[in-house]
């Protein structure tokens, strides 16, 4: 480094994709220094645009959007779908898993009585780089710094701050969070354990031309060396078992493309023209730790796994939902003994669950009789209405739990979006990035232990359309409930939890 030191800043993120920038608007929020270095020179990416560059976003996700008053501009740029023939079906896929649909009339939505109806909805699906538009307008608007063609480099941990290098720069921070995606070189820098189950095929995503497009039948089709699905024009997904041999191996020419699908379709197709085309394998690892002293990681950086379902996105916001107020909460000085370590063993659990549902998808795509034979019992049992509803909840993330201990079975989970008498809505309520404090008594009787963390928590007391049998309700700023009462609300029961989230009272 040179004698004169750059400035400090508070957090220093690497990676500009949905994460980082979700991390950034986060901070922002809390009022954090942000500064977010990006490798690549430009945002827009061919890729992104392309209809395999369509991303669902889950429940936890639209809620988080909606928390943040995101959700209308993002839904705003949803894509029209050309390809997509669901809107002329008799039923309404509602989601897949490993290519077997479930439908939105097979789905028992009773089966969760802590959800009400809010603007979030279940599911939304979005081009990744209008994701990232949103984003990335947003973090800036909001007093995030943004450099791009300056991918980490190196990086030294030195006592109280980390001194970053990248595109020839140094640069401080008092923490650094990788959010770099799956090859991330944080993590590689970082000497983070990484760790899990190697690849079983290489997948293909191209855009292409077919001199006869009326050769390759349209839809998803399981055949005796691999899978493929064909959306006309001339949209393919395929995966050919090779244990991920051609993943960045070689160039994707429009020889190599037409010679697998040729093997896996078993047709003589013939390519006019590859367009676009990317790789990607079923390689499932995760991080054994998300912090190492002042560097995290998060999204891809922490765990890879397949995109079949399309959870990767989804996983990586929700690790910076949660991370970020625990992070804004530890620069301020306020935060709880602990509270940051709860990031890795919230977030942990969930992504390990997250691989182990892509592995169990990539069983159910192996070319062998076995496979088939046991795809044809999970299509019986996704078509009842159980079935259907266990893979909605999972598929869509509404039964996220967190073991945060504590009796109520509220607690942990995400607030439901209660509407309040005058009109307002709890997740409104959360914009600001403080706790929140439901008191379903206009009387306010927790007033006054609630006052003690004014600076930190909203109280707001008032009646409800439909309070689901409770009186009072504390929220975490990412959402998710921490003590719950159905009865009269205890005073000493409440001000322990906002001791145990928000550090002592004053």
Same mark, same amino acid.
């Given at each position: ?259 697998? %699908?040729?093997?896996? *379709?078993?047709? &003589?197709?013939? @390519? !006019?023209?590859? =367009?676009? #085309? ?131 079975? %509220?607690?942990?989970? *995400?607030?439901? &979006?209660?509407? @309040? !008498?005058?009109? =307002?809505? #709890? ?80």
């Amino acid at each position: 480094m040179t004698d004169r030191l750059p400035s400090l800043h508070d957090i220093v993120i690497a990676g500009a994709g949905p994460v980082g920038l979700f991390l950034a608007c986060e901070l922002r929020l809390a009022g954090i220094s942000v500064l977010v270095l990006e490798q690549a020179e430009a945002a827009s990416s061919p890729l992104k645009r392309l209809p395999f560059g369509l991303r669902a976003l889950s429940v936890p996700t639209l809620e988080a959007l909606d928390r943040h008053g995101l959700l209308e501009a993002v839904a705003a740029m949803r894509p029209g779908q050309p390809g997509a023939h669901w809107e002329q079906q008799a039923r309404r896929p509602a989601g897949h898993f490993a290519g077997i649909q479930f439908f939105h009339d097979d789905i028992d939505a009773a089966k969760w009585p802590y959800r009400l109806p809010s603007p979030a909805g279940t599911s939304l699906a979005v081009e990744m780089e209008a994701l990232e538009a949103v984003l990335t307008e947003r973090a800036g608007a909001m007093g995030a710094e943004i450099r791009r063609g300056a991918g980490v480099e190196d990086f030294e941990e030195t006592g109280e701050e980390v001194r970053v290098r990248a595109g020839g720069e140094w640069f401080r921070a008092r923490w650094l969070v990788g959010c770099d995606g799956g090859r991330s070189a944080m993590r590689k820098l970082g000497g983070f354990a990484f760790a899990g189950t190697d690849p079983e095929f290489t997948g293909y995503s191209a855009e292409v031309e077919l001199v006869d497009p009326e050769a390759l039948p349209a839809g998803r089709h399981y055949t005796a060396t691999g899978m493929y699905s064909f959306a006309r024009p001339g949209t393919i997904a395929m995966v050919e078992f090779d244990g991920g041999a051609f993943h960045r191996t070689q160039p994707i020419t429009r020889a190599h493309v037409e010679a697998v %699908l040729r093997r896996v *379709s078993g047709i &003589d197709v013939e @390519l !006019a023209e590859l =367009r676009l #085309a990317t790789t990607w394998t079923d390689r499932a690892y995760q991080a054994a730790t998300y912090r190492e002293g002042r560097v995290l990681l998060a999204g891809d950086a922490a765990h890879v796994h397949s995109p079949l379902g399309g959870q990767g996105l989804n996983l990586g916001i929700g690790d910076a939902v949660n991370l970020g107020w625990k992070l804004a909460a530890t620069i301020r000085g306020d935060a709880p003994e602990g509270l940051l370590d709860s990031y890795q063993a919230e977030r942990h659990p969930v992504g390990a669950r997250v691989l182990d549902w892509s592995r169990a998808q990539v069983a159910l795509m192996r070319p062998t009789p076995a496979t088939r034979a046991l795809e044809a019992i999970i299509r019986d049992l996704i078509e009842t209405r159980d079935g259907a509803t266990y893979f909605a909840e999972r598929v869509w993330g509404v039964t996220l739990r967190y073991d945060l201990g504590g009796g109520h079975p %509220l607690v942990g989970r *995400s607030v439901p &979006d209660f509407a @309040l !008498a005058d009109g =307002r809505r #709890a997740g409104a309520l959360l914009r600001e990035g403080k706790g929140l404090l439901l008191d379903f008594d206009p009387a306010a009787p927790l007033r006054g232990p609630a006052g003690h963390w004014e600076a930190r928590i909203a109280y707001v007391a008032a009646k409800v359309e439909d309070g689901l049998g409770l009186r009072a309700v504390l929220v975490r700023p990412d959402g998710f409930v921490a003590w719950a009462s159905d009865g009269a609300p205890d005073a000493e029961g409440v001000t322990q939890a906002m001791s145990r989230w928000f550090g002592a009272a004053g």
